[in-house]
């Protein structure tokens, strides 16, 4: 038994958690699709180990265990235990398509438009409070690359950005909170 369930689910769960950290992303609890009895069995049996992802926050002790963790490591105990299931332990990165000759060459927005949409924000990510400058990006919300409309562009930290794009935050929220900014 692993996880409280079987171990193919267990070596799944791992796999996933390997390589999100593996591409520098530390996912709640919920966002790595784990339960909290799940979370907290890998990090009692020094699978993982956890880290408190709403420090910043005063009233974080009312949030969901699932919402209020990442996940802050993989331990060298789990990767061991992939290794003997006959998994790599390390991390499988994406490697970069090359495009077709018939597609545009895809060009970032202006560092002018990027201002305006920091100072749309708040001078933050559109939905945590995360300011540093260099970790945000713009996110399309269409999904259209080349389509740079400042009303189809929201600021955001890299880390919401893979939540948007893995569905965690709605398209319906992200163009709600595009709305409140622009009419602020």
Avoid at 115 to 125: D, I, K, P, S, T
Avoid at 166 to 173: K, Q
Wanted: with cysteine.
């Amino acid at each position: 038994m692993f996880l409280g369930i079987n171990e193919k689910r267990g070596i799944k769960v791992l796999t996933r958690l390997r390589d999100l950290l593996g591409a520098g992303v530390h996912p709640t609890v919920r966002d790595a699709g784990l339960t909290e009895p799940e979370a907290q069995w890998l990090a009692q049996h020094q699978m993982i180990r956890l880290g408190d992802g709403l420090s910043w926050v005063k009233d974080r002790d009312k949030t969901p265990f699932e919402d209020r963790f990442v996940i802050a490591e993989i331990t060298e105990t789990a990767l061991s235990h992939l290794a003997s299931s006959g998994v790599s332990p390390q991390p499988v990165m994406q490697t970069k398509v090359k495009r077709a000759s018939s597609y545009k060459k895809r060009t970032k927005p202006s560092n002018t438009l990027r201002l305006r949409l920091f100072q749309e924000a708040g001078h933050h990510c559109a939905f945590c409070p995360e300011k540093e400058p260099g970790s945000l990006e713009v996110h399309h919300i269409d999904g259209n690359r080349s389509n740079r409309d400042p009303l189809n562009l929201i600021m955001v930290c890299a880390s919401c950005h893979a939540k948007i794009t893995a569905g965690v935050i709605s398209e319906t929220d992200v163009r709600l909170k595009k709305r409140q900014l622009a009419n602020a």
